[in-house]
Structure formats: structure tokens, C-alpha cells
């Protein structure tokens, strides 16, 4: 995969939101559980051996709670993650790979796992994909600035020079 696709809306109504200059102030996309890329090591680590990261996926998919927030969410085509949002980005994740469970001694059903390198440890993104959603990507680490495009009309701009 090359690309990832997440819209945002402002705040307004009392609903929250964020702007491209709120998202670059805060770094990027971040998962609420999981503010470095060790963090969101240890959280794969752990939902696996408890055996819930397919019913937090689930979770995160259908209710986008804080408290299952070991995920941010983005479409893996522009059609799944656009839906009439103020803001539409575009986040490189390049070098994403779907891996094979056996990479953590592990088989999680009904989830695929998705590494930039050849295993969690020395992987800097790692997302997974319910099965139910399978174009719903499920981003477990940081996604900083500089790998984040802003749409313009019909132009990717950077976010940092947003």
C-alpha cells in the first residue's frame, strides 16, 4: 500500500474536530492509547496474548470510543474514507505490508496484520484490518507531519507547509 485516506471535520455544533493547523501542531494522527511507536508495539503485544484485538477492532470500527482507541481509523481508497468531510487527508504509508500472523507466534481470526518491516519490533507503522471492514485500515502508530498530504481542490498538499 502507498497510500492511506482519513477525512476530519471542524469543530462546530458542539461536535468536536480539528483543523490541518490542529493536526500539525499535534504531530499528526496519533491513536488515543498510543502516543509512540513502542507503545503502540506493547499494545499489539498485549491484545493479541489477551485475545482481544478482534472484539477492540470490532469496537473501534462501530463506536470510535476512547477507550478503544488503540486505533486511529483510515480508508485504504479515497471512497471508503471520504464522506463529505471538511478536511481530507492523504497519509504515505509506504512500505506497508500485509504479514503473516505467524510473525508474532500468533492467529488472530478475522484480523489481518500489516507491518512496515519484517516483524513488530523492527516495524515503525503497523495497522490492522478487521475482517468485516476489509477496507477499513486500523492504524496502530503515529503518523507523523511528514508523511500527511491535505487535499486543495485537486492537489495533495503537504501538511507542513500547511
Same mark, same amino acid.
Given at each position: 500500500?502507498?497510500?492511506?485516506?482519513?477525512?476530519?471535520?471542524?469543530?462546530?455544533?458542539?461536535?468536536?474536530?480539528?483543523?490541518?493547523?490542529?493536526?500539525?501542531?499535534?504531530?499528526?494522527?496519533?491513536?488515543?492509547?498510543?502516543?509512540?511507536?513502542?507503545?503502540?508495539?506493547?499494545?499489539?503485544?498485549?491484545?493479541?496474548?489477551?485475545?482481544?484485538?478482534?472484539?477492540?477492532?470490532?469496537?473501534?470500527?462501530?463506536?470510535?470510543?476512547?477507550?478503544?482507541?488503540?486505533?486511529?481509523?483510515?480508508?485504504?481508497?479515497?471512497?471508503?474514507?471520504?464522506?463529505? +468531510?471538511?478536511?481530507?487527508?492523504?497519509?504515505?504509508?509506504?512500505? #506497508?505490508?500485509? !504479514?503473516? *500472523? @505467524? &510473525?508474532?507466534?500468533?492467529?488472530?481470526?478475522?484480523?489481518?496484520? +500489516?507491518?512496515?518491516?519484517?516483524?513488530?519490533?523492527?516495524?515503525? #507503522?503497523?495497522? !490492522?484490518? *478487521? @475482517? &468485516?471492514?476489509?477496507?477499513?485500515?486500523?492504524?496502530?502508530?503515529?503518523?507523523?507531519?511528514?508523511?500527511?498530504?491535505?487535499?486543495?481542490?485537486?492537489?495533495?498538499?503537504?501538511? @507542513?507547509?500547511?
Amino acid at each position: 500500500m502507498q497510500y492511506a485516506y482519513r477525512g476530519e471535520d471542524n469543530a462546530r455544533a458542539g461536535k468536536p474536530g480539528r483543523t490541518p493547523a490542529q493536526v500539525k501542531a499535534a504531530g499528526g494522527f496519533t491513536p488515543w492509547l498510543a502516543k509512540t511507536v513502542d507503545e503502540a508495539r506493547s499494545n499489539l503485544v498485549t491484545l493479541v496474548a489477551n485475545g482481544t484485538l478482534a472484539e477492540q477492532a470490532q469496537s473501534w470500527c462501530m463506536y470510535k470510543n476512547k477507550e478503544n482507541g488503540w486505533f486511529f481509523s483510515t480508508g485504504t481508497d479515497v471512497q471508503t474514507a471520504y464522506d463529505h +468531510y471538511d478536511f481530507f487527508y492523504r497519509l504515505a504509508i509506504d512500505g #506497508l505490508n500485509k !504479514v503473516d *500472523w @505467524s &510473525v508474532m507466534k500468533a492467529n488472530v481470526k478475522g484480523m489481518s496484520l +500489516y507491518l512496515n518491516g519484517t516483524s513488530v519490533d523492527d516495524s515503525t #507503522l503497523i495497522a !490492522v484490518v *478487521w @475482517s &468485516v471492514r476489509p477496507t477499513e485500515l486500523l492504524i496502530m502508530t503515529p503518523v507523523p507531519t511528514a508523511s500527511i498530504d491535505v487535499q486543495d481542490g485537486n492537489r495533495w498538499n503537504p501538511l @507542513s507547509e500547511y
